[in-house]
């Protein structure tokens, strides 16, 4: 599960420099992410590409439990995307969910390898796909092994991040 995260987030950073310009031709903006990363406001979209049937936002379900991705593209900044993994889980969304930050090979993350998680709250995911949450905890500075774990780096302090998300899931096509 978590390499086809990984592709699918490299594949999605693909587009992070369109989208820090404006939306090309073909992308639909599906949601847009509020978010503070230490004292510094930051706004990332999250994108439907409808023609190539691949979203910034998705879920999946395995074995009963459901599995949220909500990634965005920065406004600001080029190559900077945001993920949250939410789940997995079943009925209502549950209190925490991993974040990750990817600035080139950069990554800031509260994530199953570093630890951390980030709490959610005022959560809703509606019938219709609608999907709103707010976030906020620690995130650390961390590098990838070889074999693919996310490691926080030696010395480096946890860097508060929140914000807000409010988008939907797009329906299966």
Known sequence: MRSLLI????????ATAAIAQSLPEGMEEIGRFNVVIG????SFIAAHIPAMGKSYVTARESAGFRILNVAGGSLEKDSR???ILIGPFTGNLP??????LYDGPSVLAANVDT??????????????GTLEFHFEGKAVPAERTSDGVMVPIDGASPVSVSGTFSGFIPAAE
């Open 115 to 128: 630890g951390l998680r980030v709490t959610l709250s005022n959560s809703t995911l509606g019938e219709d």
């Open 81 to 83: 995307l945001i993920s």
């Open 7 to 14: 592709r699918l987030l490299f594949c999605l950073a693909s």
């Open 39 to 42: 004292e510094v406001p930051e």
């Open 95 to 100: 209190e925490t969910a991993s974040f990750e």
